[in-house]
């Protein structure tokens, strides 16, 4: 008796404003699942805005949920994708990234130094308002949104 999987999948999808059931066949492709996220579901996060992750995999728009061989009853997370400023230390020299909200602040310092050849040791982001950001922590933890304006400066606590 061969396995067949599937042809339906009950996917959770989970965002920072909650968590939403849907059935979803399973050759769907990422972007027409993206399409019902926001159709369906209502999610105020934009098609164009969506990351869609699972198992800490983000899932590429051309792909079918059959592709990355995921199961029923899986978890997916809706990332949202935002538009950040880096500014070096205070001197007016500025980056701006689109990233998604689900990296963590560390992996946004890592795209910094890889992407334009910024030394980032010993050194933190820091955020008006929230102070110096852990490395650790995503971004939507972290209460970076659309539009913030980060400052790369100088870890005091290792000096």
Known sequence: ?????????????????????????MAT????????????????VPIDR??????????????TLQDYHIP?????????KIE??????????????VVFDGITVGELKAKLQIEQ???????VLWMMDNGYLDAHAQLLVAGVVEGAKLFLIEDKKRM
């Open 50 to 63: 969506q990351e869609l992750s699972w198992e800490g995999q983000c899932l590429k728009d051309e792909l």
């Open 117 to 123: 050849g910024v030394d980032i040791e010993n050194k």
């Open 84 to 97: 950040v400023e880096i500014y070096l230390e205070f001197d007016g020299i500025r980056y701006v990234y």
């Open 29 to 44: 492709r990422i972007i027409d699942v993206k399409l019902l996220i926001s159709e369906v579901l209502r999610i105020p």
């Open 72 to 80: 029923p009853t899986a978890f997916l997370v809706i990332y949202k």
């Open 1 to 25: 008796m061969n396995y067949l999987p599937p042809a339906t999948s009950l996917i959770t999808f989970l965002w920072s404003g909650g968590e939403s059931i849907l059935l979803v066949p």
